[in-house]
T-cell receptor, first 111, second 115 residues
């Protein structure tokens, strides 16, 4: 079954420390993965997608098919990175294409 | 564009009452999604529409939940009768055809509390 797992509900780091938000997936086809972010009092929004191989706000995520992972990383955390982060998998299912979200990880960056 | 609009932003009701949540997608978007967010289960897709037609409602928890999209600019999610376990934040999102389901634009959410 298609599934996205984010094992950590809360990740607390100090400003300037490296950050890694873990995401593992289960999917039978070729996966397309995304990270969405929700800052306090703001809407959930797309942060980055693996096919773009982009770096957004210093964050990167590499798809590792061998480990079925798509961890989100940033070398030096900033206080403004504090937010809820969701990993998502695009599930192609014939007539239905939909995103499957993980349960989310709350990142708290301490000063 | 004001983005996806949801109303009400907060709803407090008593068990057994009917609850109606409303959503206005971004103009021109073909897809509309309803999600439920809870601490335990994260973000769950309830149902989505393409060109006003329900495509996948496999996430709708039970018959107490129903959703409609009478036209391209309006959708409702109804819970009747409501129960305390329905307490959650309900999000509506929309996206453009061509990009499919991946780039979704979310509304601010409706925080529902059922007492």
């Amino acid at each position: 079954a298609q599934r996205v797992t984010q094992p950590e509900k809360l990740l607390s780091v100090f400003k300037g420390a490296p950050v890694e938000l873990k995401c593992n997936y289960s999917y039978s086809g070729s996966p397309e993965l995304f990270w969405y972010v929700q800052y306090s009092r703001q809407r959930l929004q797309l942060l980055l997608r693996h096919i773009s191989r982009e770096s957004i706000k210093g964050f990167t995520a590499d798809l590792n098919k061998g480990e079925t992972s798509f961890h989100l990383k940033k070398p030096f955390a900033q206080e403004e990175d504090s937010a809820m982060y969701y990993c998502a998998l695009l599930n192609y299912g014939g007539a239905t294409n939909k995103l499957i979200f993980g349960t989310g990880t709350l990142l708290a960056v301490q000063p | 564009d004001a983005g996806v609009i949801q109303s009400p932003r907060h709803e407090v009701t008593e068990m057994g009452q009917e609850v109606t949540l409303r959503c206005k997608p971004i103009s021109g978007h073909d897809y509309l999604f309803w999600y439920r967010q809870t601490m335990m289960r994260g973000l769950e897709l309830l149902i989505y529409f393409n060109n006003n037609v329900p495509i996948d409602d496999s996430g709708m928890p039970e018959d107490r939940f129903s959703a409609k999209m009478p036209n391209a600019s309006f959708s409702t999610l109804k819970i009747q009768p409501s129960e305390p376990r329905d307490s959650a934040v309900y999000f509506c999102a929309s996206s453009l055809a061509g990009t499919g389901a991946d780039t979704q634009y979310f509304g601010p959410g409706t925080r529902l509390t059922v007492l």
